[in-house]
């Protein structure tokens, strides 16, 4: 018997919504995709992020602290974890519901609440970018900072949002574990959110205000799980070059290096973009054979069969 081709999968904001109601129908829709990938043979490890959905539950968390005083400020990195929690539960759900709609019955389904450690003098923490949360007038936005410590920054003429600082994965600490589950054919769920955020102290592992950029951490997980491939889903079927431009140009199978030559010359998005590229590139020059391919949801299946998306490896 062949052996199956390892897929760890990076779902977008798109692939769960942005309210407890979209998501209940947005992972109805991520599962089938997911285990059509499983019916053509793949055994699929699933990453996402959580941009939405750790502001909300932050955002939650501040108004309990309005409410009663004796509630302490809740720690960006505890409610990273509470998001991994909730939508790993929609997710698995999903999954085994869609799987045994197919009467695919041994495959169990799985989340690992996981941490990833970060360097504690990683750069990122000395600029603090990511925004997160719900936008603010400029009186809340000083009351929050003058309050919490919180860092809030102008976003394009909406308003002022919290922004936290945003490190490179270095390790995840549960790697052994999911290997396992993955080893022994569960479908497992990891590395939500880009992870919760910690750095080492000795024995002690202590939460970081900060969120983890999720590509970057599914490249993580699909070196360390000897992935085939790594599939970052986003809202284009493909990568362009010139994009909006009248010389906009959609790439199909490009290698690492016309990658490289392409963020040089600045065709993509920093916080858009970008990061899918580098962290496609992180994973397809880690190893001869590995690729990854950037595309929609809908188009996983057929991009790895190679009839759409964009591929990136070794050349």
């Known amino acids: 018997m062949a ?14 919504g942005n309210t407890l109601p979209e998501q209940m129908t947005a992972v109805k829709i991520t599962a089938r995709a997911i285990v ?8 699929v490890v699933v990453a996402h992020g959580n941009g939405p959905q750790v502001g909300m539950v932050n955002n939650a968390m501040i108004a309990l602290t309005h409410e009663d005083p004796q509630q302490p400020n809740t720690p960006l990195s505890v409610c990273v974890a509470m998001s991994q929690a909730y939508i790993g539960y929609d997710l698995q759900n999903a999954l085994r519901e ?3 709609d197919r009467n695919i019955t041994d495959i169990p389904v799985a989340t690992m609440i996981t941490q990833v450690r970060v360097d504690e003098n990683d750069e990122a923490f000395q600029n603090p970018s990511k925004p997160i949360g719900r936008f603010m007038t400029k009186e809340q936005a000083d009351e929050m900072a003058a ?6 920054k102008e976003d394009s003429g909406r308003g002022y949002r919290r922004v936290v600082s945003s490190p490179r994965p270095q390790e995840i600490v549960e790697i052994g574990t999911i290997r396992t589950m993955v080893e022994s054919g569960d479908l497992v769920i990891a590395c939500g ?3 919760i955020p910690v750095t080492r102290q000795g024995n002690h592992l202590k939460g970081a205000s900060a969120v983890i950029d999720k590509d970057f951490a599914s490249s993580l997980l699909a070196r360390e799980l000897d992935a085939d491939f790594l599939i970052i889903l986003t809202a284009v ?4 070059i010139n994009y909006g431009k009248a010389d906009e140009k959609w790439l199909d199978n490009i290698t690492v290096e016309e990658a490289k030559q392409y963020m040089a010359e600045g065709h993509f998005a920093p916080g858009s973009m970008l990061p899918k590229v580098q962290a496609a590139v992180e994973f397809a020059e880690s190893a001869p054979g590995r690729q990854a391919l950037i595309t929609l949801l809908e188009k996983a299946k057929d991009g790895i069969l190679g009839h759409t998306g964009t591929m990136i490896g070794r050349g």
């Open 98 to 100: 869609e799987l045994l």
């Open 237 to 240: 079927e493909k990568v362009a």
């Open 3 to 16: 052996k199956k081709k390892r897929i760890v999968i990076a779902l977008g904001g798109n692939a769960l």
């Open 36 to 43: 059509d990938l499983i019916e053509e043979g793949c055994e």
């Open 147 to 152: 309050k919490y410590d919180y860092i809030m």
């Open 193 to 195: 959110g880009g992870g």
